[in-house]
């Protein structure tokens, strides 16, 4: 079965430091594996995914994430924050069959 | 120009009522999912389907009934509520082995 792993329920930065959000995933085959974004009151927002090749991939606002098969993790990044930021962040894996499984999240606070 | 689009926002429901929530979406894709989004808890997948006629059971289907007469529908049944389905659900659409498109949400009250 696959699964997913935030070890940080919560994060707290300033406005303007660099930010990692951590994920392990769980899967038996080559995975793929997705980052989506949050806002108050709002449906999930797809950040990035990756489904093979270069394990560094870009997605919207600035954001990036690596693919690490030896580590079976895909951290998000982004070198610098603005408190727009501030959001819950989802790792998800997904198997060939299209069945996505989600981690707990990530609350991520900027201070401004 | 919203994609996925969920009805009621939200809704307040008596236990042992029955409860349907509606999704409609144009993206034309084929797979179509709900979720219930609990604090501790992540999203978790009740039902999906792959297509008109079809209705797969998720992660935790107990309790729920799902219904996908066309395309762009699928809905969310629960037949008799309980207070335990006090949840956030979410509608999905997307096509087999990538990314899913939610809808806003409904805001589900079970007294």
């Known amino acids: 079965a696959q699964s997913v792993t935030q070890p940080d329920a919560r994060v707290t930065v300033s406005e303007g430091a660099s930010l990692q959000l951590r994920c392990k995933y769980s899967?038996?085959?080559?995975?793929?594996l997705f980052w989506y974004v949050q806002y108050p009151r709002q449906g999930l927002q797809l950040l990035l995914k990756?489904?093979?090749?270069?394990?560094v991939v870009q997605g919207v606002n600035g954001f990036e994430a690596e693919f690490s098969k030896s580590n079976s993790s895909f951290h998000l990044r982004k070198a610098s924050v603005h408190w727009s930021d501030s959001a819950v962040y989802f790792c998800?894996?997904?198997?060939?069959?299209?069945?996505?499984?989600f981690g707990h999240g990530t609350i991520l606070r900027v201070h401004p | 120009e919203a994609a996925v689009t969920q009805s009621p926002r939200n809704k307040v429901a008596v236990t042992g009522g029955k409860v349907t929530l509606s999704c409609n979406q144009t993206n034309n894709h084929n797979n179509m999912y709900w979720y219930r989004q609990d604090t501790g808890h992540g999203l978790r997948l009740i039902h999906y389907?792959?297509?008109?006629?079809?209705?797969e059971k998720g992660d935790i289907p107990d309790g729920y009934k799902a219904s996908r007469p066309s395309q762009e529908n699928f809905s969310l049944i629960l037949e008799l509520a309980t207070p335990s389905q006090t949840s956030v659900y979410f509608c999905a659409s997307g096509e087999q082995g990538h990314e899913q498109y939610f809808g806003p949400g409904t805001r589900l009250t079970v007294l």
């Open positions: 899967y038996s085959a080559t995975p793929y």
């Open positions: 998800a894996v997904s198997s060939h069959t299209g069945k996505l499984t």
């Open positions: 389907s792959y297509g008109a006629g079809s209705t």
């Open positions: 990756y489904y093979s090749g270069d394990p």
